[in-house]
């Protein structure tokens, strides 16, 4: 803990004059509304899914000025009363001005709490969306479990609760997510992660929030000092939509970056390389 501390500190300070400098960037919690394409609400498939025990019966109601659609999918096992949690997000993920959805799929470990995760984005089009997700097959969600999902998780497991900043010169939204406590993958992949959209690979693209000086660095200062804009139901106030930094997420990851032991160092394969700038921060 003494270790991580003196960290902490000097960490602090960097991001306060981070945040200061800011201002200058462009960057703003005012995300520019997006147009929702021709057609339904919410990718079609979703809408003939089996409605057993309660499931999928949200997806009917959801309406296009909502910023979040969510409710229960199937049970796991018969009787467990444990069913997925779908959570879809309205964001312009690709900056085209059409709204996308991001779409986290939380599968419910135990009873209490416990639960991983898996992420699917629907790009919107003229009419309609383009999937980029694990192979599952049209008659399933985009949850654990079913097609390829599990064997295709890391590759498409970007973060819960997704909120966004929005840099107003390059006309970029940047995604700020995290796997939050009781996440099964929280440990691998800890802390808050951003994001900007890899044209080329037409996917979410990870930045390197530590390096000095760089765009993510820059976020990262905003998020903590000014918090992100989350997506919210259409009657939601905007001053209940902004995601405060919490201290004990970067805390974390602090912990597990400078432990040789932890499973972010452990497993580079499947969790990716810590980042090199992240790493000079430990004392060994």
Known sequence: M??????????????????????????????PACRMPA?????????????????????????????????NGWERVDGSEMHDWFSFYRIDLNGDGLCDWYLNAAAPMSTGGDRESINTLYLGRAAGWTRIGADVPQDKPDGLGYGKTSAQQRQFLFGEEPSVIHDAVRKVNYVVAALYSRNGQRSGRPGYRIFDWDADRNTLRLLDK???????????????????????????????????????????????????????????????????????RCKH
């Open 210 to 280: 530590w390096e000095p000086g760089s765009k993510a660095a820059q976020v990262y200062a905003y998020f903590k000092a000014h918090g992100a804009r989350m997506r919210a139901p259409a009657a939601t106030a905007a001053s209940d939509t902004i995601q405060a930094f919490d201290p004990d997420v970067e805390a974390f990851e602090l912990e597990q970056a400078c432990d040789p032991q932890s499973a972010l160092r452990s497993f580079p394969e499947a969790n990716g390389v810590v980042s090199k700038y992240l790493l000079v």
């Open 39 to 71: 057609g339904k609400v919410l990718p079609d498939k979703y809408y003939a899914l089996a409605k057993a025990k309660n499931a999928f019966n949200w997806v009917a109601a959801a309406t296009r000025g909502d910023g979040v659609v969510e409710g």
């Open 2 to 31: 003494k270790k991580i501390l003196r960290n902490v500190i000097p960490l602090l300070l960097a991001s306060a004059c981070a945040a200061a400098a800011g201002q200058t960037t462009g960057l703003t919690n005012t995300i």
